[in-house]
T-cell receptor, first 114, second 112 residues
């Protein structure tokens, strides 16, 4: 079974702090994704990566950056956390093959910025 | 840009009632379509997917969905819901970058 793990289930941070959210997958998937989930808005794509050291902006990249130094690990960074970044963050991975490939999701990190 | 619409924000049913959740997408070309489910406190997980072949797709836990290309629809159905189906359901379409474009989700509450 594919396993996608995220470093924390819950995080509480203060405005202005730098925040790191870590994601690790164990299936050698090329593609990894960070989404944000908010009530009534569904999931929105923040950043994604095709391969090590590669990154692409999604629909809502402002205020975020990412890092992919190893194939299995994809980090989301909030450079200076703000209250409007309070949300649930979901990481996902999938193989590089065609568009029908399933994305596998981690359990999510619920972030509260005070 | 592609988009996905889910028509119902919150659906409340009694056990044994039939379920149909609507999903429409905007793209007119070849599409790959998914339904994901998120049970309370759990991971988002795949219910079923369509990318070619029989437009009637069967998934886990008795769910099915029908792809109707002429209507740009991929509605989710289940003939008889159970209390354990209480969850949030998301329809999604594959984006051009291998990402998923999600609808806003439908919360299903099943009364015992």
């Amino acid at each position: 079974d594919v396993k996608v793990t995220q470093s924390s289930r819950y995080l509480v941070k203060r405005t202005g702090e730098k925040v790191f959210l870590e994601c690790v997958q164990d299936m050698d998937h090329e593609n990894m994704f960070w989404y944000r989930q908010d009530p009534g808005l569904g999931l929105r794509l923040i950043y994604f990566s095709y391969d090590v050291k590669m990154k692409e902006k999604g629909d809502i990249p402002e205020g975020y950056s990412v890092s992919r130094e190893k194939k299995e690990r994809f980090s989301l960074i909030l450079e200076s956390a703000s209250t409007n970044q309070t949300s649930m963050y979901l990481c996902a991975s999938r193989p590089l093959l065609g568009g029908g490939e399933t994305q596998y999701f981690g359990p999510g990190t619920r972030l509260l910025v005070l | 840009a592609q988009s996905v619409s889910q028509h119902n924000h919150h659906v409340i049913l009694s056990e044994a009632a039939s379920l149909e959740l609507g999903c429409n997408y905007s793209y007119g070309g070849t599409v790959n379509l998914f339904w994901y489910v998120q049970y309370p406190g759990q991971h988002l997980q795949l219910l079923l997917k369509y990318f070619s072949g029989d437009p009637l797709v069967k998934g886990i836990k008795g769910f099915e969905a029908e792809f109707i290309k002429s209507k740009f629809s991929f509605n989710l159905r289940k003939p008889s819901v159970q209390w354990s189906d209480t969850a949030e359901y998301f329809c999604a379409v594959s984006g051009s970058q291998g990402n998923l474009i999600f609808g806003k989700g439908t919360k299903l509450s099943v009364k015992p």
